[in-house]
């Protein structure tokens, strides 16, 4: 399978505890986002990276999350001190370039409790 | 702001019974709109990219078209398998230069009984 991967799919943590989710890209993409999506809503744009570099990261990314993407191949996001409001399905997508769709990878459902 | 609205929340159709499903948006220009399907527990799979008013995509039963205000997405005799949320979304301009996200409509949710 050569589509977008996310690990893992499901997390289940205590609120306070730290999480972290990674995001393997469709091998040719040098675009990657991060989108949340919550029950009965669309996906919400998290922040995007063009190769290594950060560019863009949304108001509702709050200090406790941060994103990386070394040598611009896989991507990390990670959320410190989780709340309960953090409980979504975090989605990573992926493209070409700017003028190419995104593909979605499965997701990873965080649950807190 | 830009901004995406989908419509109907919900419909329910009988296998082979025809609709077309309504995306209303408001953008600071229209870089490109995306048709995607959502399985329940799954990423979004892309159906259709639109960039032009006029412009019409077909795949299978499913046909998207575009006004200089909306998007349809026509389904035409659909089957249980059609079943799905199906998502909107526009490419807008990011703060730091350059359409670099997608903002999503709240989706319709299709389900379709034999």
């Known amino acids: 399978d050569t589509g977008v991967s996310q690990d893992p799919r499901h997390k289940i943590t205590k609120r306070g505890q730290n999480v972290t989710f990674r995001c393997d890209p469709i091998?040719?993409?040098?675009?990657l986002y991060w989108y949340r999506q919550t029950l009965g809503q669309g996906p919400e744009f998290l922040t995007y990276?063009?190769?290594?570099?950060?560019?863009?990261k949304s108001r509702l990314l709050s200090d406790r999350f941060s994103a990386e993407r070394p040598k611009g191949s896989f991507s990390t996001l990670e959320i410190q001190r989780t709340e309960q409001g953090d409980s979504a399905m975090y989605l990573c997508?992926?493209?070409?370039?700017?003028?190419?769709?995104?593909?979605f990878g499965p997701g990873t459902r965080l649950t807190v409790t | 702001e830009d901004q995406v609205t989908q419509s109907p929340e919900a419909l329910r159709l009988q296998e082979g019974e025809s609709s077309s499903l309504n995306c209303s948006y408001t953008?600071?220009?229209?870089?490109?709109l995306f048709w995607y399907r959502q399985d329940p527990g799954k990423g979004p799979e892309f159906l259709f990219t639109?960039?032009?008013a006029g412009e019409e995509k077909e795949k299978e039963r499913l046909k998207a078209t575009l006004t200089k205000k909306e998007s349809f997405l026509h389904i035409t005799a659909p089957k249980p398998e059609d079943s799905a949320t199906y998502l909107c979304?526009?490419?807008?301009?990011?703060?730091?230069?350059?359409?670099?996200?997608?903002?999503f409509g709240a989706g319709t949710r299709l389900a379709v009984h034999p």
């Open positions: 997508a992926s493209s070409l370039s700017v003028n190419h769709e995104q593909y």
């Open positions: 091998s040719e993409h040098n675009r």
């Open positions: 990276f063009q190769n290594e570099a950060q560019l863009e």
């Open positions: 953008v600071s220009g229209l870089r490109g």
């Open positions: 639109l960039y032009s």
């Open positions: 979304a526009v490419q807008a301009w990011g703060f730091s230069g350059g359409y670099n996200k997608l903002i």
